[in-house]
């Protein structure tokens, strides 16, 4: 099979890490992928985003399976586009992309199917927002509607930053028309865990859990990220509460997809806060998560395009899926600045130090001469397997230490319970 993997980021090395591994995949293309990926596969200079012209290459390639990586073609409606062109793609349509691709739309759905999560509002009007914004109490969630590149959430501990966020957002459009509405929530406490599902519009089928790490510095302190790391499986995922989640959460979410008509095939995100009154839904994406697919996708034995196919074809009921018992530790390595202004362009060395049962997935890279250099926020995510989580924790860490660019920055808790 000829396939085309869009994206550039960590989950796309790691998807296409995953494909190498079938005997059914003949050839490997990444759009527009990155220096990790360019190791193992062809990239294409064709940008995420541009759905016209990815389609276009699919066709004169002879693509056989298109997988999507990141959210925004998905809410463009890259799915909707390929299938009317008769062409075999991996993500769900336009419409079930709203999950993600509207805060709004996403708490309406849960409300509706009674999915448990937290109390919100949503404004389209500033001074509405303003005027309410301490229903909740403090700490307070104030979340831009679309999209934002994972920065969109923000979490407050008093009305002036509050209001400052909401001015942000509404009136500076910090995240353009993304800020066009705004979500107000109350702030969930406890411990965050990820749920990645195979769903084919009738069945919805659990990944083994994990845990990922959104702000920049130890201890769950500093501004949100788009994850500094994960680890899988998550050690509070125990089988009490994965039977508490099915029954609450994920049958309610495919009960709801039937009843009002979503034929959502593909990835499933659903990000929990388990608390004293047990799981929330905090969040839905509606692909592999980053960094969790690192730590996930490393665990699963079964051929990928084998599970694809069956979803596609609405048969994941009838699918085998295993996963290894190895536990694996995903460290994020990040600019100097990130998540705010940083410098790209950075050499990077160690990769010829680093052990070779050890998993370097590229996020932020590109390849300039030869050498590798830092090209985004996030830059690579050092994964490593052990029989326990500290195991894999200590051999991650190890390898961490061998790889240098200027300026890296990264966690030291990576693998360890944070509560809030």
């Not at 909401?166 to 066009?180: P, R, T």
């Not at 959460?249 to 990835?267: A, H, R, V």
Request: aromatic letters at 8%; glycine letters at 12%.
């Amino acid at each position: 099979m000829k396939i085309l993997v869009v994206g550039s980021g960590g989950r796309e090395h790691a998807i296409v890490w995953k494909l190498c591994k079938s005997q059914r995949v003949s050839s490997i293309y990444c759009a527009p992928g990155n220096a990790g990926t360019a190791e193992i596969a062809q990239n294409v200079d064709i940008s995420a985003d541009d759905v016209e012209g990815l389609l276009g290459f699919a066709k004169e390639k002879g693509i056989d399976l298109t997988i999507v990586g990141p959210e925004v073609a998905l809410v463009m409606g890259i799915t909707d586009m390929f299938e009317a062109e008769g062409l075999k793609i991996f993500g769900p349509d336009k419409m079930c992309s709203r999950l993600e691709g509207s805060k709004a739309f996403s708490k309406e759905f849960m409300i509706r199917n009674n999915i448990p999560t937290g109390k919100y509002e949503e404004y389209t009007d500033f001074d509405e927002a303003v005027k309410n914004v301490d229903k909740f109490g403090y700490p307070i969630v104030i979340k831009a509607d679309g999209l934002a590149a994972g920065k969109g959430v923000l979490i407050e501990t008093e009305r002036v930053e509050a209001v400052k966020d909401l001015e942000n957002i509404m009136l500076s459009k910090v995240f353009g028309e993304s800020g066009k509405k705004v979500v107000i929530e109350e702030f969930l406490s406890g411990i965050e865990a990820s749920i990645l599902c195979f769903v084919d519009g009738k069945t919805i089928v659990p990944m083994t859990s994990a845990q990922d790490y959104k702000k920049i510095f130890d201890d769950d302190m500093g501004p949100n990220t788009g994850g500094m790391g994960s680890y899988s499986p998550s050690m509070i995922y125990d089988e009490e509460l994965s039977n508490r989640v099915e029954r609450e959460i994920l049958t309610p979410i495919i009960d709801g997809f039937k009843n009002e008509g979503m034929n959502f095939k593909g990835i499933l995100f659903v990000g929990l806060m388990i608390g004293s009154e047990g799981p929330k839904v905090l969040e839905f994406n509606v692909r592999f998560g980053d960094p969790e697919t690192q730590s996930v996708l490393t665990r699963l034995e079964t051929d990928l395009v084998d599970i694809i196919e069956s979803i596609i074809e609405g048969r994941l009921d009838q699918q085998e899926i295993k996963w290894s018992d190895k536990k694996t530790v995903c460290v994020g390595m990040a600019s100097k600045g990130y998540p705010g202004m940083y410098e790209k362009g950075k050499e990077i060395t160690g990769f010829d130090k680093v052990d070779s049962d050890v998993m370097v997935f590229h996020a932020g890279t590109r390849l300039e001469d030869g050498k590798v250099l830092t090209n985004g926020g996030r830059v690579l995510g050092v994964t490593a397997y052990g029989e326990s989580i500290e195991e894999a924790r200590n051999k991650a860490y190890e390898n961490v230490r061998k790889i240098q660019f200027e300026g890296a920055q990264y966690r030291s808790d990576i693998g360890k319970i944070i509560g809030r």
